[in-house]
């Protein structure tokens, strides 16, 4: 499992410019091997510039991003040999991205060949890139009978599904995805992010999980990371972090719904855990309530 961290990354857009923003600012963190961390926080906090750093597309304007200890960006100024060049590339093929809204990169004629692309430009055999194909295929629910349609011919959901199957032909070693369920209907969010807690545990790959719906990273993270004014504001569990409700309010963020509404039961008497973040852990929090007063449940 290849573990990947920030030290010290600050990233400035505009720089030397009236228009200079800083994105992130002194981030340091790691992220725990074999994991999904969920990374959250405010509009314009830094997660997207975050998920790009992670994938070697955006160079720190200061700082360092490691994979498995070594420089992503082995010459951060200057320029690269032929050695540095090929490291960069294999670094990014190590960690794969998946962009918001993925499916506005499908471009190929058949489905089955957008998803071999990737391990296609890898270098890997026929025999390799069938394999990888039908895999990733397996983990998103890509059905057989599409790969030989035009992606365009499909769904936005089908799209969605076949946008992130292209990364995982690549098998990353960490795989950052950033709002893979924007847009979707509820149905839609339950079937990519449950498929992609499949992958994540049947395959013990590091994943980074950046979202907007804190019911999401409480469904699906054992880590969330917290960035307020492109800074790491909470780094810890998903219990640790939202324990404490002042914090991720000035954070200018919430506890999701069924929490609050465990809360409000707990204020009014009702002996419920404080510990409820979804919808399947209240279910068992009230059945074990009612078979506790009942005797039966």
Known sequence: MAEIKLEHVSYEYGAGTPFAKM????VS????PGVITG???HTGSGKSTLAQMLNGILRPSSGR???DGEEFFSDSKGKKNK??????IKNRFRVGLVFQYPEYQLFEESVYRDLAYGPKNMGKSEEEIRRLVEEAAYFTGVEREWMEKSPFELSGGQKRRVAIAGVLAMDPEVLVLDEPAAGLD???REEILGRLKTYQREKKK???LISHSMEDVARYADELLVLKDSRVFLHGSVSEIFSDAEKLEEAHLSLPQITRLMLRLRQEGIGLPDSVYTVSDALFALKDLLKGENGVC
């Open 23 to 26: 994105a992130l600012e002194d």
């Open 29 to 32: 963190v790691t992220f725990t």
């Open 39 to 41: 990374v959250i926080g």
């Open 65 to 67: 991003v490691l994979l």
């Open 83 to 88: 050695k540095q060049k090929q490291m960069q």
């Open 186 to 188: 509820p149905g839609g």
């Open 206 to 208: 590091t994943v980074i």
